[in-house]
């Protein structure tokens, strides 16, 4: 295995991972599979960052992209010491093997390694208990709830918001 940042020439199989978890997974991401599905393959290089401040992770299985994460720091002055982790996502297939816990985990080195980044924010489903338990197990803290954030099949799904302090 493999975690290294995603560059444009990984965007075909970013796409494809992306896909799958908002097809697999739709409850857990406020994006659709419709809506990104008709995205162009250069939407998705654009959306690829090698900055220290805005990047995706993808962890590698050979020449296989298993699972991704992304992260932003916040740009405006008084936000530079928050940044968000989203977009987390482990083939289905690779899950319970500690792979989530890598990717999270070289996120938060990354972060460190930034001198502004003092707290790392997310947000996760209530009802994904597996997620929620990493985050939970590396440090993170419940610090609120979002009722009805997400609305999908006329269900609400609730987000809670979670945040790690990292300096």
Partial sequence: MKIRKLTKYDAENYRQIRLEALYKNPESFGT???EEVIKTIEQFRDRI???NNKFILGCYDDIKLIGIVAFQQESRIKLRHKAYITSMYVQQ???GKGIG???VNEVIEKAKALNDVEILLLDV???NFLAKHLYLSLGFQIYGIEKMAYKFNNQYFDLELMG???K
């Fill in 101 to 103: 816990k890598l990717l």
């Fill in 32 to 34: 659709t599979y419709h």
């Fill in 125 to 127: 489903v209530k009802i």
């Fill in 164 to 166: 790690l302090q990292i």
């Fill in 49 to 51: 960052s090698v900055d």
């Fill in 93 to 95: 297939e690779y899950r």
